[in-house]
């Protein structure tokens, strides 16, 4: 049974900083795209970064270019998201995906993807 948990939400004021994880079990996610991606009530989740399997390559939105950061820890079998110079827009609920693919594949849309994590919710204040 694949499993992704999120964690390291939380409320931060503007320009603060957030360091997420996402733990996956069932599968080993250097074989995996995965990606992030987050969402506000009412709007369509938004894809934030994905990498290739093993990490490769990696794609960011334009949105969050040079704030955002995402590592891959194969061992640990866990994906981190540090967050940097947070802004209330980048409010939402965040979220950790998983999809087998092949070794140079970046994933970018939502429907992708099989697997997901609960979500965990970031909260920036102005």
């Known amino acids: 049974q694949v499993q992704l948990v999120e964690s390291g939400g939380g409320s931060v004021p503007a320009g603060g900083s957030l360091r997420l994880s996402c733990a996956a079990s069932?599968?080993?996610?250097?074989?995996?795209?995965m990606g992030w991606f987050r969402q506000t009530p009412g709007k369509a989740r938004e894809g934030v970064v994905a990498?290739?399997?093993?990490?490769?390559?990696?794609y960011y939105a334009d949105s969050v270019k040079g704030r955002f950061t995402a590592s891959l820890d194969s061992a640990a079998n866990m994906l981190a998201l540090q967050l940097n110079s947070l802004e209330p827009e980048d409010t939402a609920t965040y979220y950790c995906?998983?999809?087998?693919?092949?070794?140079?594949?970046?994933?970018?849309?939502?429907?992708?993807?099989?697997?997901w994590g609960q979500g965990t919710q970031v909260t920036v204040s102005s």
């Open positions: 069932g599968i080993a996610i250097r074989d995996y795209c």
């Open positions: 990498l290739a399997p093993g990490g490769g390559s990696t």
């Open positions: 995906a998983a999809q087998r693919c092949s070794d140079t594949v970046v994933l970018i849309r939502s429907g992708q993807y099989t697997y």
